[in-house]
């Protein structure tokens, strides 16, 4: 008896604390009855409202393009615990918590102040609970491009994400993370926080995004290329959203089939540089876990699909979303999730 408890414990300690999948929406259902369940995002703008009072159920509200459904199941090694605080709704296990915001922007007197206290909440509770270091993050909102008092949203967007994550961490600690124009109201921030760090990566093609000029806004974005993470005998290689940018300037404006390649060079690059600094086992993009891309317009799918069926293969699940880039001359942008040991 005891040997065998002893045997069950070590393979607990060994699985990853937290998994990512992509399921259809009959296995989404199957699994809001799993208690392992943290999170089911469902990106489409028309959610079915099958267990909408369930807080797990996390609705985008972006249009999914293609035949496919898919949903992101957050999936806990154990039974987590859930809760509530400072309008952040989160699951937590003991090494990791997943949690979300949504905020209504007329409770706020600009985007500049929804993504101050935003940030403001989800840190004060990543804090209390004991998961200090934020490893991945996720931006919605909605009219991404749009000026406001001659300031695009997204640049107001980044100057209040700033103000609160530079007053807790240095650059150097910035999550891994994408920021899309959703088309609905309401601006969501979705994040994965850790009681231990994860490595940051850089990318060598492009400058790091909380280096960029002024002329991309007053206050660069806060965010890192990429993070690193060990769960265990697992390790998860979180990609942020990486667009058609080499440096620090977007190329190929308008030309989709152009910054598609350059942005499957800028993800080869960053595996590249990945594998100089750990032991990761992802050699070719081929070996990506999840693939999610956002195209600006829903006329490109085609092309892209069948470009990138033809460099990541049959065995990459990938989702493609119809959202806004974060700046106007880019087409797509693309993240990833690596699984491997
Ligand atoms: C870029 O590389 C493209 O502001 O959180 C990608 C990922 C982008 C995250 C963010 C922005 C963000 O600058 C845009």
């Known amino acids: ?131 200090p270091n934020l490893i991945r993050v996720w931006n919605f909102l909605p009219d991404i491009n749009q000026d406001i008092d001659h300031m695009e949203r997204y640049r107001s967007f980044c100057t209040g994400r700033y103000e609160t994550l530079i007053s807790i961490q240095g650059e150097k600690d ?51 290329r990429a993070t690193l993470k060990r769960w265990g005998q697992e390790q998860h290689l979180y990609i942020s959203g990486t667009a058609s940018i080499v440096g620090y300037e977007s190329k190929h404006p308008h030309d989709s089939l152009a910054q598609l390649q350059e942005t499957l060079k800028n993800l080869e690059s960053l595996i590249e540089n990945c594998k100089t600094k750990s032991d990761i086992q992802l050699h070719q993009l081929a070996d990506l876990s999840l693939v999610t891309v956002y195209l600006r317009h829903e006329a490109d799918y085609s092309m892209v699909k069948q470009h990138l069926d033809s460099v990541l293969g049959q065995h990459v699940p990938v989702i493609y979303l119809n959202g806004d880039i974060c700046r106007d001359d880019l087409e797509l942008e693309i993240e990833a999730i690596y699984i491997g040991s």
Do not use: W
Not at 36 to 63: F, N, P, W
Not at 184 to 210: M, T
């Open 1 to 131: 008896m005891h040997e065998v408890k002893h045997i069950e414990e070590a393979a607990l300690d060994e699985m990853a604390a937290i998994q990512f999948k992509y399921v259809s929406a009959g296995q989404a259902e199957l699994m809001l009855h799993d208690e392992h369940l943290m999170a089911l995002i469902d990106y489409k703008k028309q959610a079915s409202s099958v267990c909408s009072e369930d807080t797990r159920r996390i609705t985008v509200g972006l249009e999914s393009l293609g035949q496919n459904d898919l949903m992101m199941a957050v999936c806990s090694r154990d039974i987590p615990s859930f809760g509530s605080d400072s309008g952040v709704v989160y699951s937590c296990n003991s090494d990791v918590m997943f949690g979300y915001i949504v905020l209504n922007e007329n409770d706020y007197a600009d985007i500049h102040s929804v993504a101050k206290q935003g940030y403001d909440a989800i840190i004060r509770v990543i804090e209390n609970k004991g998961f």
């Open 174 to 224: 910035f999550p891994a993370a994408s920021a899309i124009g959703s088309h609905k109201p309401g601006v969501l921030i979705l994040f994965l926080a850790a009681k231990e760090a994860s490595l940051q990566i850089e990318n060598p093609r492009q400058k790091s995004a909380f280096k960029y000029p002024k002329q991309y806004g007053p206050t660069s974005p806060s965010f890192s």
